[in-house]
Structures are given as structure tokens and as C-alpha cells.
């Protein structure tokens, strides 16, 4: 097998973003789209310069989006949006529970999910990946974590894809879209934002070793969470917390089935799995650009940025940049180093990075393990996602065959 495969699938997803993000870079690396008055940021260096500099490109976007009542309950909890220093408060609390070593301890819990999954289906020539694998395991690990009831995965899933599906958002979303959008998925915020604080009421009521529980005792600088941020807390672990493991392990069973010899390779050798699994997120990064806003004028690129502009910075493009990465078109499973900004980039980097690369590197490798034949059943079948929203597959049917 070549270790360099021209990727070559469905326009409704792979050449269309290939297209954009060619499209995007081409009009150079810092440049203004008057049509949604943002400021485009598509270079390696550059978008890695957003990311790493909060104060100047901040990340609270809260007061350029429209207001609505579920929403700015669900952002006081939610650190993803927050500048320094109530960010380093926040994911302080939590970030002890995702550290590589706390994660690796993980690995036996989700190899039994994996099997269990993999064993529901094990009578089936053909099933939706996504339904039977992809979905379920990264909810049901981050359920447990958290102390919320496994079996109530299919209503985390539900919530999940209504909130980032995207709808109601074009390719290009702006702030009219964004409106829009707010209001249709509210009655689910606030769904969801009842539901945390019940498990919330419970578990003050009756603690255990979980998550939720810890969060309730922690402090931070000397104060407590107040329920309501422990609400934002738990919703965006719960919802956002498995949608990246969703899309990295849909998208490696299409990169890797249009990619010959793949699939067989990194079944003789399953050390090359993670290697494989860094270009995919490469490749397609599940979350393609991100939002800041500038807190005061700045140069970028040449250009001067004023303060309160919007910036999207677009790790997609950035990580096809011909000034990083050799042969950045083409998908190498053996490319390495692969410093993509999949992930992020300084303080916002993906707190749960460590979780879905364990999740997605356990669940290829049993998928390996169990089918001697794994292939995309037909790609008429496959349905995609808004990759405005997230790059990913919403139903993939495979077929399979057993050794």
C-alpha cells in the first residue's frame, strides 16, 4: 500500500469543504468577507496566533450574538466561551478528570462498552455505524463520568443533534442564521438545562464518586459553583463532550474505506492506528473554524483588525497549508509529525482531546479485531451533517464480514 492516498469521495462533503478552504486561502491568509463582514483567517501561523493570544481575541462572543434567556443560562457554566481568568477558574474544577493519566485509566471501561456494541450487532451483514457504534460509546463513557444515567443516552444523542446539526444555518453562517437558529433550538436548551439541574438537586442530595458530585464540593477561590454554572458545566460535557469521538470515528470509516490498502495495513499492524486517526482529524476536523472577537485594534496578516470585529478562524483551511504540511492535499496515514490545530491551540485547547483519541483509537482497533471486511455499504446511503456546524456523518451504513 502507497502511505499517500489522493482522497477522492462525495461532493456533498470532502470536495466541497476541499474546495472552500482552497477557495478561503487563495484569497489570502488574513482578508474581510464584506458579505458576512468577517474577518477570514485561514494561514497555520495566523489562526494559531488567534488562538493563543485571548486577550486580544477573546472568546466570549456573547455580546455579538443575540440574547435569549435558555442560552445565557447554559453560558455561565460554559468556560468555552469565557476569557481568562474565570476560564482558568472554571477548567481548573474539571480539568483533573481528563488528564492523560485519569483518561488511560478509562481504556478497560470503554474496550467493554466497545464489545458490548459491537456484540449487539453481531448477527448483522449491514448497520449504521453511527447508530450502533459511533454515537452510543462516547455518551455512554462521558454519562458515566459525569454520574448521569447511562441508559438515557439516546436523549443526550437527541439533544446533540439538534444543537449541532445546523438546520436552520447556511454554509456561510451569519448573525441573521444565528438567530434564527437560537430560537428553534431553545425549547431543547431548556430541556436540557432542566434535566442537568435535576441530576444536579440529586446528586447534592445524595453524592457519589462522580463528576457532578465533585463539582458541587469544589471551590473556587474560595467560593462554590452556584447550581446554575454547574448546569453549563455538566450540559457542555454531556452534549458537547462525545460529538467530537461521533464524527472522528465516522469520518475514519470513510477516509479510511476510499483509501485501498488502508483498512488491511492498519489491521496487520494496529500501532499504526493513532497515526492514521491524527491524519483524519487532520484531514476533517470535526469542529472546521472558530469564532473570537477582537478586544482591541490589532494588525494580523498586514491588515488592521479594529476592536469588536469577528474573526473566524478556520482550522480546516489552516491545516491544509502548503507552509506546514508537505503535500497538504493529500491524506498520508503514516504522516508524522502532524501538528494540526484539530483540536485547538493554547488555553481553549479541547479539553476532551486525550478522551475522544482513546475512544476512537479502541473503537477502530475492535472494529479491526472483529471484521475481517469493513466497507461503506453505499455512499447514496451516507448522510452528512452541516459542516457549517460539524464535519461529520449523521448515518453510515457499512457492510461487514467475519473472519
Same mark, same amino acid.
Given at each position: 500500500?502507497?502511505s499517500?492516498?489522493?482522497?477522492?469521495?462525495?461532493?456533498?462533503?470532502?470536495?466541497?469543504?476541499?474546495?472552500?478552504?482552497?477557495?478561503?486561502?487563495?484569497?489570502?491568509?488574513?482578508?474581510?468577507?464584506?458579505?458576512?463582514?468577517?474577518?477570514?483567517?485561514?494561514?497555520?501561523?495566523?489562526?494559531?496566533?488567534? =488562538?493563543?493570544?485571548?486577550?486580544?481575541?477573546?472568546?466570549?462572543?456573547?455580546?455579538?450574538?443575540?440574547?435569549?434567556?435558555?442560552?445565557?443560562?447554559?453560558?455561565?457554566?460554559?468556560?468555552?466561551g469565557?476569557?481568562?481568568?474565570?476560564?482558568?477558574?472554571?477548567?481548573?474544577?474539571?480539568?483533573?478528570?481528563?488528564?492523560?493519566? *485519569? *483518561?488511560?485509566?478509562?481504556?478497560?471501561?470503554?474496550?467493554d462498552?466497545?464489545?458490548?456494541l459491537?456484540d449487539?450487532?453481531?448477527?448483522?451483514?449491514?448497520?449504521?455505524?453511527?447508530?450502533?457504534?459511533?454515537?452510543?460509546?462516547?455518551?455512554?463513557?462521558?454519562?458515566?463520568?459525569?454520574? *448521569?444515567?447511562?441508559?438515557?443516552?439516546?436523549?443526550?444523542?437527541?439533544?446533540?443533534?439538534?444543537?449541532?446539526d445546523?438546520?436552520?444555518?447556511?454554509?456561510?453562517?451569519?448573525?441573521? %442564521?444565528?438567530?434564527?437558529?437560537?430560537?428553534?433550538v431553545?425549547?431543547?436548551?431548556?430541556?436540557?438545562?432542566? #434535566?442537568?439541574?435535576?441530576?444536579? !438537586?440529586?446528586? !447534592?442530595? %445524595?453524592?457519589?464518586?462522580?463528576?457532578?458530585?465533585?463539582?458541587?464540593?469544589a471551590?473556587? @477561590?474560595?467560593?462554590?459553583?452556584? @447550581?446554575?454554572?454547574?448546569?453549563?458545566?455538566?450540559?457542555? =460535557?454531556?452534549?458537547a463532550?462525545?460529538?467530537?469521538?461521533?464524527?472522528?470515528?465516522?469520518? /475514519?470509516?470513510?477516509?479510511?474505506?476510499?483509501?485501498? +490498502?488502508?483498512?488491511?495495513?492498519l !489491521?496487520?499492524?494496529? %500501532?499504526?492506528i493513532?497515526?492514521?486517526?491524527?491524519?483524519?482529524?487532520?484531514w476533517?476536523?470535526?469542529?472546521?473554524?472558530?469564532?473570537?472577537?477582537?478586544?482591541?485594534?490589532?494588525?494580523?496578516?498586514?491588515?488592521?483588525?479594529?476592536?469588536?470585529?469577528?474573526?473566524?478562524?478556520?482550522?480546516?483551511?489552516?491545516n491544509?497549508?502548503?507552509?506546514?504540511?508537505?503535500?497538504?492535499?493529500?491524506? @498520508?496515514?503514516?504522516?508524522?509529525?502532524?501538528?494540526?490545530?484539530?483540536f485547538?491551540?493554547?488555553?481553549?485547547?479541547?479539553?476532551? /482531546?486525550?478522551?475522544?483519541? =482513546?475512544?476512537?483509537?479502541?473503537?477502530?482497533?475492535?472494529?479491526?479485531?472483529?471484521?475481517? +471486511?469493513?466497507?461503506?455499504?453505499? #455512499?447514496?446511503?451516507?448522510? #452528512?451533517?452541516?459542516?457549517?456546524?460539524?464535519?461529520?456523518?449523521?448515518?453510515?451504513?457499512?457492510? *461487514?464480514?467475519? /473472519?
Open positions: 500500500m502507497s499517500k492516498q489522493q482522497l477522492s469521495v462525495s461532493p456533498l462533503l470532502f470536495d466541497t469543504l476541499a474546495d472552500r478552504w482552497r477557495s478561503l486561502r487563495d484569497k489570502g491568509p488574513v482578508h474581510h468577507d464584506e458579505t458576512h463582514g468577517v474577518w477570514q483567517v485561514v494561514d497555520h501561523q495566523g489562526v494559531g496566533a488567534v =488562538l493563543g493570544d485571548p486577550a486580544t481575541f477573546s472568546s466570549d462572543m456573547s455580546s455579538l450574538a443575540p440574547a435569549q434567556e435558555d442560552f445565557d443560562t447554559f453560558r455561565q457554566g460554559n468556560f468555552v469565557m476569557d481568562p481568568p474565570r476560564h482558568r477558574q472554571l477548567r481548573t474544577l474539571v480539568s483533573q478528570a481528563f488528564t492523560p493519566r *485519569v *483518561v488511560q485509566g478509562l481504556a478497560p471501561r470503554i474496550e462498552v466497545v464489545t458490548r459491537l449487539e450487532v453481531a448477527d448483522r451483514d449491514r448497520f449504521d455505524l453511527v447508530e450502533a457504534l459511533a454515537n452510543p460509546l462516547p455518551v455512554i463513557v462521558i454519562a458515566e463520568l459525569l454520574g *448521569v444515567p447511562a441508559e438515557d443516552h439516546r436523549l443526550f444523542h437527541e439533544w446533540a443533534s439538534v444543537l449541532f445546523g438546520e436552520l444555518v447556511g454554509e456561510s453562517a451569519d448573525m441573521e %442564521d444565528l438567530g434564527r437558529a437560537l430560537e428553534a431553545a425549547p431543547t436548551v431548556r430541556e436540557m438545562n432542566g #434535566y442537568v439541574l435535576d441530576h444536579i !438537586r440529586r446528586r !447534592r442530595a %445524595d453524592p457519589g464518586d462522580d463528576l457532578t458530585s465533585r463539582l458541587l464540593h471551590e473556587v @477561590d474560595g467560593t462554590r459553583l452556584a @447550581d446554575q454554572e454547574i448546569v453549563g458545566f455538566v450540559a457542555l =460535557l454531556l452534549v463532550g462525545h460529538i467530537t469521538t461521533t464524527a472522528l470515528l465516522g469520518n /475514519a470509516v470513510l477516509t479510511f474505506d476510499r483509501s485501498p +490498502g488502508v483498512l488491511d495495513a !489491521r496487520a499492524d494496529q %500501532d499504526r493513532p497515526t492514521a486517526l491524527e491524519e483524519v482529524l487532520r476533517l476536523p470535526p469542529f472546521p473554524e472558530v469564532g473570537r472577537r477582537t478586544t482591541r485594534p490589532v494588525v494580523l496578516g498586514g491588515h488592521e483588525l479594529p476592536a469588536d470585529a469577528l474573526v473566524m478562524a478556520h482550522l480546516g483551511a489552516a491544509r497549508d502548503a507552509a506546514r504540511f508537505t503535500d497538504p492535499d493529500v491524506i @498520508d496515514v503514516t504522516r508524522s509529525p502532524n501538528p494540526h490545530l484539530t485547538g491551540h493554547g488555553i481553549h485547547f479541547c479539553l476532551g /482531546a486525550h478522551l475522544a483519541r =482513546l475512544e476512537a483509537r479502541i473503537g477502530t482497533r475492535l472494529l479491526l479485531e472483529r471484521f475481517s +471486511g469493513l466497507t461503506v455499504a453505499s #455512499y447514496d446511503d451516507v448522510e #452528512y451533517r452541516n459542516p457549517a456546524i460539524i464535519v461529520g456523518v449523521r448515518h453510515l451504513p457499512v457492510e *461487514v464480514t467475519r /473472519a
